[in-house]
C-alpha cells in the first residue's frame, strides 16, 4: 500500500531551527510537496522536489533522497507565525498525491 | 483575482439530506480536486477532473458524486448525507495535471447530525 509517515507534533523555540522528517512509500514516485496550513486555513504551497538534494527557499529548504524514500523540511530562524500543521505529500505513478497526516508545530517563545 | 472559492463556509445538515458543495476557480485551471480532511487524517481525495467534461474516482468516492460542465465549476454534491461525512471539504486546482502546484480553497465545515 501507499503510505506516508510524518511526526504527529514538534516544539520549537522562536529563532531556533527545526526539521521536519518525511517518509513515503508510494506506487511510483513523481515527486514531494510539502504545504504549511495554519489552523483553520487552507494549506498552501512550500516546496517541491523531485531530484535528489537540497533546495533552499529563504528561511525553508527541502531536502530529498529518492532511495530512502525520505524527506524533510528545515526551517530556520523560527517565528511565531511558522506554528502550523506542515504536510508532506509524494506523488505517485499515476500522478496522484498521496499526503501524511501532518505535523502540528508548536513555537515557543 | 478571488482564486478559488467555496461556498458554504460550513453547513450542519441533518442525516439523510442532499447537498452540494461549490466550488469555483477564476485561473482557468484546467485540474480540479475535491478532499476531506479529518483529525489525525492526511487529506483523501474524493473526486477530482483533468479537464472540464471529465472526472474519475479518488480515494475515497463513495456517497459523493461531481460534474464539470465548464473549467470554472467544480461542485460536489452528497446525495443523502450520513454523520461519517462529518469533515473539512477542500476544493483545491492545478495549471494541469501531473507534478502541479494545487492552490486550494478555504474550506467548508460539514456536520452531519
Known amino acids: 500500500g501507499q503510505n506516508i509517515d510524518q511526526p504527529t507534533e514538534m516544539t520549537a523555540t522562536e529563532g531556533a531551527i527545526v526539521q521536519i522528517n518525511c517518509t513515503y512509500q508510494t506506487s511510483g514516485f513523481n515527486g514531494l510537496f510539502w504545504y504549511q496550513q495554519h489552523a483553520g486555513e487552507a494549506p498552501t504551497f512550500l516546496s517541491y522536489n523531485v531530484l535528489d538534494g537540497l533546495e533552499e527557499k529563504g528561511r525553508f529548504s527541502s531536502f530529498l533522497s529518492r532511495s530512502k524514500g525520505y524527506s524533510y523540511l528545515l526551517l530556520k530562524e523560527l517565528q511565531m507565525k511558522d506554528s502550523a500543521s506542515y504536510l508532506c505529500a509524494a506523488l505517485d505513478s499515476n500522478y496522484q498525491l498521496i499526503w501524511g497526516a501532518g505535523t502540528k508545530l508548536i513555537i515557543k517563545p | 483575482i478571488a482564486g478559488i472559492t467555496q461556498a458554504p463556509t460550513s453547513q450542519i445538515l441533518a442525516a439523510g439530506r442532499r447537498m452540494t458543495l461549490r466550488c469555483t476557480q477564476d485561473m482557468r485551471h484546467n485540474a480540479m480536486y475535491w478532499y476531506r480532511q479529518d483529525l489525525g487524517l492526511g487529506l483523501r481525495l474524493i473526486h477530482y477532473s483533468n479537464t472540464a467534461g471529465t472526472t474519475g474516482k479518488g480515494e475515497v468516492p463513495d456517497g459523493y458524486s461531481v460534474s464539470r460542465a465548464n473549467t470554472d465549476d467544480f461542485p460536489l454534491t452528497l446525495a443523502s448525507a450520513v454523520p461519517s461525512q462529518t469533515s473539512v471539504y477542500f476544493c483545491?486546482?492545478?495549471?494541469?495535471?501531473?507534478?502541479?502546484?494545487?492552490?486550494f480553497g478555504p474550506g467548508t465545515r460539514l456536520l452531519v447530525l
Open positions: 483545491a486546482s492545478s495549471p494541469g495535471q501531473g507534478a502541479e502546484t494545487q492552490y
